[in-house]
């Protein structure tokens, strides 16, 4: 089992370029998330997705979309970069039955310049 | 707002010693409590869970639940240079499927 995976791992954007993150699981979890990581700013979500065909935002949505392809797939969208979106971002899923631990992926670390 | 919050640290611990991590929660109604360790440069790996009042003991590492006090802590004994990692705190709110919520983290550093 791979766990959570995440694509791409690096990314340098210019500012107003687009790009999508991927993020798979293979556990066949139902709850699946996205969470970017500053210094000094903790784990900040995002969106995420309870279960298949649900999206909710999170603390910091403006800037991004999501997309629940399946169950397995969780995909992350910058429409139009900004330097304040560089970041490390992570994707996590869940089983969403209980106890509800989250598990996360490696990483994708972005600079917007 | 619900908040878990923690001491950021750094906490330093000499090698064989005890450290004791600390988060304390402001909702009374958490359920679920989770500690994961962080490497830097790495993403947040799960150490620990507990759900009920007490200690529950992994190896090296016992986690401490207090409902009452709202406060739940990690400690890690024989404390070893890797380690040394930030430590994060992670509570469940009710109705249960909902995004965890994450204190900022502890950073440890065991100085050898």
């Known amino acids: 089992n791979a766990g959570v995976t995440q694509t791409p791992k690096f990314q340098v954007l210019k500012t107003g370029q687009s790009m999508t993150l991927q993020c798979a699981q293979d556990?066949?979890?139902?709850?699946m998330y996205w969470y970017r990581q500053d210094p000094g700013m903790g784990l900040r979500l995002i969106y995420y997705s309870a279960s298949e065909g649900t999206t909710d935002k999170g603390e910091v949505p403006n800037g991004y979309n999501v997309s629940r392809l399946n169950k397995r797939e969780f995909s992350l969208r910058l429409e139009s970069a900004a330097p304040s979106q560089t970041s490390v971002y992570f994707c996590?899923?869940?089983?969403?039955?209980?106890?509800?631990?989250?598990?996360f992926g490696p990483g994708t670390r972005l600079t917007v310049t | 707002q619900k908040e878990v919050e923690q001491n950021s640290g750094p906490l330093s611990v000499p090698e064989g010693a005890i450290a004791s991590l600390n988060c304390t929660y402001s909702d009374r109604v958490s359920q679920s409590f989770f500690w994961y360790r962080q490497y830097s440069g790495k993403s947040p790996e799960l150490i620990m869970s507990?759900?009920?009042?007490g200690d529950k003991e992994d190896g090296r590492f016992t986690a401490q639940l207090n409902k009452a006090s709202q406060y739940v802590s990690l400690l890690i004994r024989d404390s070893q240079p890797s380690d040394s990692a930030t430590y994060l705190c992670?509570?469940?709110?009710?109705?249960?499927?909902?995004?965890?919520?994450f204190g900022k983290g502890t950073r440890l550093s065991v100085i050898a």
């Open positions: 992670a509570v469940n709110l009710p109705p249960g499927n909902t995004p965890l919520v």
């Open positions: 556990m066949n979890h139902n709850s």
């Open positions: 996590a899923s869940s089983d969403g039955v209980g106890p509800y631990e989250q598990y």
């Open positions: 507990i759900y009920s009042n």
